[in-house]
């Protein structure tokens, strides 16, 4: 990301941000043309719109449609360097910051912005998508959705740009296996064949430029007995990946998630059937 430049705007001066009375900080210059609008970071909430599905339609900078919300502080930076705030819904007296929206730019890839997007929407979740976005006027649409979900299915870690080069993790669940190497061959489901919720990390994918590299198995302890009854082939899935772990492997390649799920596919499913 490039150095913002200092400024002082009512505030304690930090290096490219503003330290508001409130304890938030305020953007000054980090952000490209694509996402100011007069002079001023895109308020937050519209981008709230790219994790309800608007990756097929624009988003109208100037109207983001926040009749309903009610921002429980100034926008500013959080300690991860993502911009936002929380906030409530109006007449709902039960939580009124419980929501949160924030987005972070990354810098510049294929000579488009690059925004992760993190938020709940209220509920449960805590959604996260990577993208690229273009700007026609006032109008912002998404170009490339590089990744996206809910923490342990397919939340993002450590998004960055290195060289050129757009790099990111990704959380998997045990079904991600199957989906990621696309050997998902029987068509089993996600939840009641496979393990596939926010609570279930099995593995931390690396990914370059969009594209998988390898992936690291994480799933200890616990998690490794969880589901083995409600679940019907994650039983089966956890003894091979106990077998790996055992063997001492620590990560696998394209080539060795294939072999995995492969192993998984015969053993756990035809040889069953």
Same mark, same amino acid.
């Given at each position: 990301?490039?150095?913002?430049? /200092? ?8 290096? +490219? ?31 709230? =719109?790219? @994790?309800?599905?608007?990756?097929? =339609? ?17 926008? %500013?930076?959080?300690?991860?360097? $993502? ?7 109006? +007449? ?40 690229? /976005?273009?700007?026609? +006027?006032?109008? @912002?649409?998404?170009?490339? $959705? ?21 790099? #990111?993790?990704? /959380?998997?669940?045990?079904?991600? #296996? ?8 029987? $068509? ?14 099995? %593995? ?5 430029? %969009? ?50 799920? =492969?192993?998984?596919?015969? /053993?756990?499913? $035809? =040889?069953?059937?």
């Amino acid at each position: 990301m490039r150095v913002p430049a /200092l400024a002082v705007i009512g505030g304690l001066v930090v290096f +490219g941000k503003i330290m508001l009375a409130d304890g938030a900080v305020a953007a000054t210059t980090d952000f490209p043309p694509e996402l100011l609008v007069d002079g001023k970071p895109l308020e937050p909430y519209c981008m709230n =719109q790219f @994790l309800l599905g608007a990756s097929l =339609q624009m988003v109208d900078m100037r109207d983001c449609d926040m009749k309903d919300i009610e921002p429980s502080q100034e926008a %500013g930076f959080n300690k991860d360097d $993502e911009y936002g705030y929380e906030y409530g819904y109006k +007449g709902d007296d039960w939580s009124p910051s419980k929501s949160f929206i924030y987005y972070q730019y990354l810098g510049m890839y294929d000579g488009l912005p690059v925004v992760m997007v993190k938020g709940t929407g209220g509920a449960n979740g805590q959604m996260v998508v990577l993208m690229t /976005l273009q700007r026609e +006027g006032d109008k @912002l649409k998404m170009v490339e $959705e590089f990744a996206g979900g809910d923490r342990c299915s397919g939340g993002i870690v450590d998004p960055r740009i290195e060289e050129g080069k757009l790099k #990111f993790d990704r /959380l998997m669940t045990p079904y991600d #296996f199957l989906i990621v190497s696309e050997n998902n061959i029987h $068509e089993i489901d996600a939840y009641d064949d496979l393990e596939a919720s926010f609570v279930s990390c099995f %593995g931390k994918a690396s990914y370059e430029n %969009g594209l998988f590299k390898e992936i690291k198995l994480t799933a200890k302890g616990k998690h490794l007995n969880t589901y083995t009854e409600e679940v019907t082939y994650q039983n089966c899935f956890n003894r091979i990946y106990k077998e790996y772990l055992h063997q001492g492997v620590q990560a696998l390649n394209h080539e060795g998630l294939k072999a995995f799920t =492969q192993t998984f596919n015969k /053993l756990c499913i $035809e =040889q069953k059937n």
